[in-house]
Nanobody, 130 residues
Framework: EVQLVESGGGSVQAGGSLRLSCVVSGFIYRRLCMGWFRHAPGKEREWVATLVSEIVSSGSATVADSVKGRFTISQDNATNTVYLQMNALKPEDSAMYYC????????????????????WGQGTQVTVSS
C-alpha cells in the first residue's frame, strides 16, 4: 500500500521560502503520479502542482497559475521523495499542504482534481505572516 509522509512546513514571513518533502513508501515510486494540494480554512482543497515520473510519462511537471514562478515541484528518485520548493511566499499561501499520489498517469485536466488521487499524506502546515 502506498504511504505518503509530508514534512517541512512551518511559519515564515512574507517573501520567505520553505521546502516541503513527501516521502513515498509501499510502491514503486517511479510508477506514480504525484501531486501537491493545499487547504486553507473556509476554502476548498486547491491543486498546487503535479509531477509525473519519467517511467509513467515524460517526467512532466505542472504547477497552478497562482504559484507559477514561485513554486517548483521536483523529485529525488534515490530517496523516493517529492519536493515542493516554495519561494516568495505570500500570506495567501498559508494552508495545510498535502501530498497525493495515484498509480499510473493522469490526463492534464485530471491532475487538478482531488478525486483523481487515491493516496494522501497527513498534511503539513504552512503559515505565512505579513
Amino acid at each position: 500500500e502506498v504511504q505518503l509522509v509530508e514534512s517541512g512546513g512551518g511559519s515564515v514571513q512574507a517573501g520567505g521560502s520553505l521546502r516541503l518533502s513527501c516521502v513515498v513508501s509501499g510502491f514503486i515510486y517511479r510508477r506514480l503520479c504525484m501531486g501537491w494540494f493545499r487547504h486553507a480554512p473556509g476554502k476548498e482543497r486547491e491543486w498546487v502542482a503535479t509531477l509525473v515520473s519519467e517511467i509513467v510519462s515524460s517526467g512532466s511537471a505542472t504547477v497552478a497559475d497562482s504559484v507559477k514562478g514561485r513554486f517548483t515541484i521536483s523529485q529525488d528518485n534515490a530517496t523516493n521523495t517529492v519536493y515542493l520548493q516554495m519561494n516568495a511566499l505570500k500570506p495567501e499561501d498559508s494552508a495545510m499542504y498535502y501530498c497525493a499520489a495515484v498509480k499510473g498517469n493522469l490526463w492534464t485536466w485530471e491532475r487538478l482534481r482531488t478525486s483523481s488521487y487515491d493516496y494522501w499524506g497527513q498534511g503539513t502546515q504552512v503559515t505565512v505572516s505579513s
